[in-house]
């Protein structure tokens, strides 16, 4: 078809034609519910005139196939309110459903750097009749026919009319008036740019906001509170809530009325969604999980947070009911985190009510009967220390950025009173703690009346306030020393030498410059008169020195240099003086002692080193007193018990070392210790030492059976190990049929024990590796491990592998059970050297796991081969080259795990040559094209497409015909995410800063209101 055969036969056809497109799509709307409505919708062909213009611009006035250069001839114009109305509309996907795209024709026009910022904005299709549609007499004249659909909003419609009637239309000719069109030119711009895009942004917030207004009204309406009271499960229950939450509170004028209304029903719906079974959520695609208390109980204490100001006593007490009940711990830390907020020192409320909040908070908690005091310690200890801080903060958020803030708060006569209320408060509850784990949560309260503020300069005033409230909390320390045990009053010797150092100096303050020196000096007295008192101890003294890393000795009052080394060496020195010092006079005193050390609870590690050097020093020097110790040591005392054998091995008393050992490994009640001492001395007893192995199989010892199992591992080869087989085997036989493979997070020395691995028979390899299968992670350790075995045994560990992933399919479901890393650091360069073999394994794990094969097999591969080494991806190159259809999808899955390496182009490349026909074989190509990784900043993945869209241009030179369409078809794909990208970070931008601009002030002084009532 040429110019004149439009003219005169088929523009009136395509007349026809759009007018058919439109008529469909408004049928479409007017069938399918809640669509946005359109402001109109035009219809028409390119006129003649206008479709000779076009053609001489381009060069093709003499086409004889114009039907083919333009997709224009026919075309509609939908054009909506807002954006939000046409990301509507889009997201209906009736375009699709009622046409056939041509999606090489598919247009996003935004400003991008790559249109040089045209301002002209639309979404266009091209589109023709479906195969069905086009069957029918009525539409079978428009068969193949295409029509451009270009969906606008009302703002960009009246723009690109006004402006293409202006610019395009009638255009001055060459020489005349350039200077002035381009001025034109530039105000349209500016129109666009100043006015008409922020005009378009703020209907769509305008439209935003009054939707989720008439979401409240509903809400308001329906009387959402009766709804929550009576909601039949906790999804229902939960829905309400967030909505509850986020579109009805924030509309109701009297936010005081609107809290006492939901004060109660918000408390009895916690109770009821206790009460109530979860139930599992309907959907097109099956159940899914549904809604639990705890996720009904998080928005709740959401809700109070956000009204938290409103009425403090209620808000607190709510808080308080909801923790009694509450068994979560999660949920439970998130009350606490609210019932911070409400107890700090912010700038927003202070600056409106001072600190009348922390007045009432400090007020309300002395009247709490002791009982509920008591249920309440953790939430209690955290308010009193939100009220013994010394400074004050806030946050200022803006589109771009969140600023804090934090000050001194100002002293007055109020703040004394809640700082005393406060002190006097947590001095009940500590005088009231059952245990020291109690007590030692109350410190870190204790300690905020002691600190002043790190990042804000503080007044003198406030100095002098803290150090009279740290020299009452020393008293009261002193006043209780003699009922606090060893533990704690090593704990408060360590902070008070803190305390000691930094203000010491504030007594030399000649000047007067702090104008504290006498709060200073009684302070000073105070933590000597508490230092000498808890001194004069001197089982104490001694405890100290021997358990714990808080010790404080007495050349840290006068050295502040006095460091680690330093007291390393005072406690060497005191080792060797106290182990003189047991003589038989003494003797039943020191084990009173050594059994209150051994007694001292501990998670760390760093907690008895220096009793163990101990106990050792005296089994080496005194056996014989050891001897009799350890006929009468109580369980605590024989924790230690390696020790005390690692010292008597050393004493030279062969009689009672080898008595000792023997009465042990007969009673088998310590013989977890026993197999240390045999790790940490090595004595030449393997008969013993089968023993011990023998007594823990039969007791069900594991950490014994581990222990013995390193020793065999260590000592492999020597004599003061049993052989393998009677040795090292039935321990990891035995540990393997209990699924327990803790003993490699304990084999630190493994690449220290080189004869193990070459000694490692076939079938020891097989059954170490076996028993690693249920082991949840694998860690460094592990790994290291794998990389040993893997130099012998390199197919025996890809096996492992495939066992790992069977066992994770065979516990779907169990998140904690991960049977690959994300990434090695070992194993795979002995893994990665037999490139063959990898691929067998993958192949074989792919034709037993086709469905999950990518996130199992393939990420194993693609970890063994990271960036895909060039050796790898020839290999998988060459396999889609010579083998068929299911290497190919195999291939495919693999490559999904990388994100567009360059090695991986050539597999890719060959794949898309082979299989240019197969649509779904090229879709995936795609997929492992495009894939990203992290991306970072607003435009992050507009930016990851435009660096996609330069690597897939070097394949438009391929020698491939199937590889340079593909390259041409997906750069087209690119270009509209691009711009879908860029169109889409463009509004999120927009929007942030006008939803910020509107809302902060308003939402800061709607939750700044306080009623004391």
Request: no cysteine; proline share 3%.
């Given at each position: 078809?040429?110019?004149?055969?439009?003219?005169?036969?088929?523009?009136?056809?395509?007349?026809?034609?759009?007018g058919t497109v439109r008529f469909i799509i408004e049928k479409a709307i007017a069938a399918t519910g809640g669509l946005p409505v359109l402001q109109s919708i035009q219809a028409r062909a390119k006129a003649p005139d206008r479709l000779k213009a076009r053609l001489e611009e381009v060069g093709l006035i003499e086409s004889q196939s114009i039907e083919e250069d333009r997709k224009d001839l026919a075309g509609i114009r939908l054009i909506f309110y807002t954006n939000t109305d046409v990301d509507r509309f889009l997201a209906s996907r009736l375009v699709f459903e009622n046409f056939e795209i041509d999606q090489q024709a598919t247009k996003i026009h935004h400003p991008t750097k790559e249109n040089e910022g045209t301002r002209y904005q639309a979404i266009h299709y091209v589109v023709s009749l479906k195969e069905e549609r086009a069957k029918l007499p009525e539409y079978a004249k428009f068969k193949n026919l295409r029509c451009e659909i270009q969906i606008h909003t009302i703002l960009n419609h009246a723009w690109s009319e006004t402006s293409h009637d202006i610019l395009y239309k009638d255009r001055p000719r060459d020489g005349f008036g350039s200077k002035a069109m381009e001025s034109i030119t530039k105000r349209f711009n500016n129109i666009m740019d100043t006015y008409l895009m922020p005009a378009g942004y703020e209907f769509q917030r305008v439209q935003h906001d009054y939707e989720r207004l008439q979401q409240g009204k509903e809400l308001f309406d329906r009387d959402a509170i009766a709804s929550l009271l009576s909601a039949k499960n906790n999804n229902e229950r939960y829905d309400l809530l967030v909505s509850l939450k986020e579109v009805a509170l924030p509309n109701y004028d009297d936010i005081a009325a609107?809290?006492?209304?939901?004060?109660?029903?918000?408390?009895?719906?916690?109770?009821?969604?206790?009460s109530t079974p979860d139930e599992q959520i309907d959907t097109p695609f099956g159940k899914l999980k549904g809604k639990t208390s705890t996720d009904v109980l998080r928005v709740i204490i959401q809700i109070f947070d956000y009204l938290r100001y409103v009425n403090i006593e209620k808000t607190f007490n709510a808080y308080c009911e909801l923790f009694e009940a509450e068994s979560d711990a999660d949920v439970r830390k998130q009350i606490l985190d609210s019932v911070k907020r409400l107890s700090e020192y912010e700038f927003k409320t202070w600056n409106q009510v001072g600190p009348q909040i922390q007045q009432s908070l400090a007020n309300m908690l002395p009247q709490m009967k002791p009982e509920r005091q008591a249920s309440l310690r953790t939430l209690i200890i955290t308010v009193w220390r939100e009220l013994l801080a010394g400074d004050i903060s806030g946050t200022t958020w803006s589109a771009d950025s969140v600023t804090w803030q934090t000050g001194a708060l100002p002293v007055s006569d109020t703040l004394k009173q809640i700082r005393g209320l406060a002190i006097a408060g947590l001095f009940d509850l500590f005088q009231g703690a059952q245990t020291d784990k109690e007590k030692m949560d109350i410190f870190p309260a204790l300690d905020a009346a002691a600190q002043l503020p790190h990042q804000a300069a503080y007044s003198n005033e406030l100095l002098a306030l803290t150090l009279v409230n740290s020299k009452q909390i020393v008293d009261f320390y002193l006043g209780v020393s003699d009922t606090l045990s060893y533990e704690l009053l090593e704990h408060i010797e360590h902070k008070l030498l803190w305390n000691y150092r930094h203000n010491r100096q504030l007594i030399d303050d000649e000047g007067g410059r702090f104008n504290c020196k006498t709060e200073a000096q009684a302070l000073i007295g105070a933590i000597e008169a508490f230092r000498d008192r808890i001194n004069t101890d001197e089982d104490f003294v001694r405890y100290k020195t021997l358990v714990g890393y808080q010790a404080v000795f007495p050349q840290h009052w006068i050295d502040n240099k006095f460091d680690y080394q330093g007291v390393k060496e005072y406690r060497k020195k005191q080792i060797d003086e106290f182990v003189d010092s047991i003589t038989a006079e003494n003797e039943a005193k020191w084990f009173v002692f050594m059994e209150r050390c051994a007694l001292t609870e501990s998670n760390d590690m760093a907690t008895f080193p220096t009793f163990v050097a101990f106990v050792e020093a005296l089994a080496k020097a005194k056996p014989v007193v050891v001897d009799r110790?350890?006929?009468a040591?109580?369980?605590?005392?024989?924790?230690?018990?390696?020790?005390f054998l690692d010292g008597l091995a050393q004493s030279g008393n062969e009689d009672i070392y080898l008595r000792v050992l023997t009465r042990f490994t007969e009673q088998g009640t310590q013989l977890t210790a026993l197999a240390r001492h045999w790790r940490n001395s090595k004595p030449t007893q393997p008969s013993l030492i089968s023993e011990v192995l023998r007594k823990a199989i039969a007791a069900k010892d594991n950490i014994a059976v581990i222990e013995c199992m390193l020793f065999s591992m260590e000592e492999s080869g020597s004599q003061r190990v049993p052989p393998s087989k009677d040795f090292f085997l039935p321990a990891l036989v035995y540990l393997t049929e209990n699924k327990d493979?803790?003993?490699?997070?304990?084999a630190w020395f493994l690449g220290e024990i080189p004869d193990f691995f070459e000694h490692l028979s076939d079938d020891d390899a097989t059954l170490l590796l076996q028993n690693l299968v249920p082991a949840p992670r694998i860690g460094y350790d592990y790994e290291r491990l794998l990389e040993l075995i893997a130099e012998h045994y390199l197919q025996a560990v890809w096996k492992h592998f495939g066992d790992r992933l069977t066992y994770e399919a065979d516990k779907e479901g169990d998140d904690k059970y991960e049977a690959i890393p994300y990434g090695f650091d070992g194993p795979e360069k002995q893994l990665s050297q037999d490139v063959a073999l990898?691929?067998?394994f993958g192949r074989t794990r792919f034709a037993q796991d086709k469905e999950l094969f990518q996130y199992r097999g393939g990420r194993l591969l693609s970890s063994i081969f990271p960036h895909c080494a060039e050796t790898f991806a020839q290999a998988l190159a060459n396999l889609v080259t010579n083998g068929n259809e299911t290497d190919a999808d195999f291939v495919l899955d693999v490559m999904q795990n990388y994100n567009e390496e360059p090695s991986t182009h050539e597999v890719l490349k060959r794949i898309v040559d082979r299989y240019s026909q197969d649509e779904s074989k090229l879709n995936r190509v795609e997929i492992c094209f495009d894939?990203?990784?992290?991306?970072?900043?607003?435009?992050?993945?507009?930016?990851?497409?435009r660096a996609k869209k330069q690597s897939i241009l070097a394949w438009v030179d391929d020698p491939r015909p199937a590889v340079r369409n593909f390259a041409k078809n997906h750069s087209a794909e690119l270009d509209i995410r691009i711009i879908s990208e860029q169109k889409r970070a463009d509004e999120r931008i927009a929007m942030r800063h006008r939803e910020f601009d509107a809302d902060i002030g308003s939402e800061g002084n709607k939750q700044s209101g306080t009623d004391h009532n």
């Open positions: 078809m040429n110019l004149l055969d439009y003219e005169k036969q088929y523009f009136s056809l395509y007349a026809e034609y759009a609107i809290f006492r209304d939901l004060y109660e029903p918000l408390l009895e719906s916690a109770k009821l969604a206790r110790y350890l006929e040591a109580t369980e605590n005392l024989l924790n230690f018990l390696p020790g493979a803790r003993w490699v997070q304990r990898a691929i067998s894939k990203t990784g992290v991306v970072m900043g607003e435009f992050g993945f507009a930016d990851a497409y």
